[in-house]
C-alpha cells in the first residue's frame, strides 16, 4: 500500500483554493504555543483561522491554564498573513478520563493516545460544525512522536461524521519541526516535555 504524503494532499488543497480565489475559515485544534507556532505562521498564508483550544487531556489546571496563556500570548505577539482568533472550550478533564477508561495500562503511543486523539478531533469537527466553518484539523501532526497517519485517519472520520470537511496535514515535513522550535526560542514559549495527562507525565 502507497503511503500518503500528508504535505502534497494540503498542497493539492491550498492550490486549488488559489486557483479559485477561495480563503477558507480553518479551525485549528491546538495542543501548546510551541506546536501552533509554525502552524499559525504557515496557515495564515492561506486561511481565516480560529485557535480552537480544547485539551482535557490535560489533568492540571494549572498547568492547563498556563499552556492556554502562551497560546493566547503567543497569538498577540506575533504577526500572521491574517488575524488569528481563538475560541477555547470550558475545562472538563472528565471527558478525557471517561474517554480512556479501560486502557489506564496502555504504553504510551497506544490505543489510550487513539481513544485521546478521538476526543479532541470530534470536538472540534463538532465544533467547526456549529460555529460554520469550511474545515478543520490539528497541530498535533507537527510532532515527531505522533503518528500522522493515524491522526489524519481520525481527523477524516471525525468530518465524515460531523458534516465538515478534514483538512490533512503533517506539519513536520518541510522542517515546520524545526521551524517551531526557532519560534518557540524567537518567543520564549513554555515547551513542556510532556502531552498533559497524568500517564505521560508519570512516564516522564
Known amino acids: ?29 491546538v495542543c501548546c504555543a510551541p506546536c501552533s507556532s509554525y502552524c499559525l505562521e504557515y496557515l495564515s498564508r492561506y486561511f481565516d483561522i480560529t485557535v480552537y483550544y480544547y485539551n482535557p487531556n490535560i489533568s492540571i489546571k494549572k498547568e492547563y491554564e498556563y499552556r492556554l496563556s502562551e497560546e493566547k500570548r503567543f497569538i498577540s505577539l506575533k504577526e500572521f498573513s491574517r488575524p488569528v482568533a481563538l475560541t477555547e472550550s470550558e475545562y472538563r478533564p472528565e471527558d478525557f478520563f471517561a474517554a480512556v477508561k479501560g486502557l489506564e495500562r496502555e504504553p504510551e503511543g497506544g490505543l489510550r493516545c487513539r481513544a485521546c486523539f478521538r476526543l479532541r478531533l470530534e470536538a472540534t469537527a463538532k465544533k467547526a460544525r456549529e460555529l460554520g466553518f469550511d474545515c478543520f484539523t490539528t497541530t498535533l501532526t507537527i510532532s515527531p512522536l505522533k503518528d500522522a497517519a493515524l491522526l489524519n485517519e481520525l481527523g477524516a472520520q471525525a468530518g465524515e461524521k460531523y ?17 517551531s522550535i526557532e519560534l518557540s526560542r524567537e518567543f520564549d514559549l513554555y515547551r513542556q516535555n510532556y502531552c498533559g495527562c497524568v500517564f505521560s507525565r508519570s512516564e516522564r
Open 1 to 29: 500500500m502507497n503511503k500518503i504524503n500528508y504535505q502534497k494532499e494540503l498542497d493539492r488543497v491550498i492550490a486549488s483554493n488559489q486557483r479559485q480565489g477561495i480563503v477558507p475559515r480553518l479551525l485549528l485544534h
Open 163 to 179: 458534516g465538515v470537511p478534514w483538512l490533512c496535514s503533517d506539519f513536520k515535513k518541510r522542517e515546520g519541526y524545526k521551524r
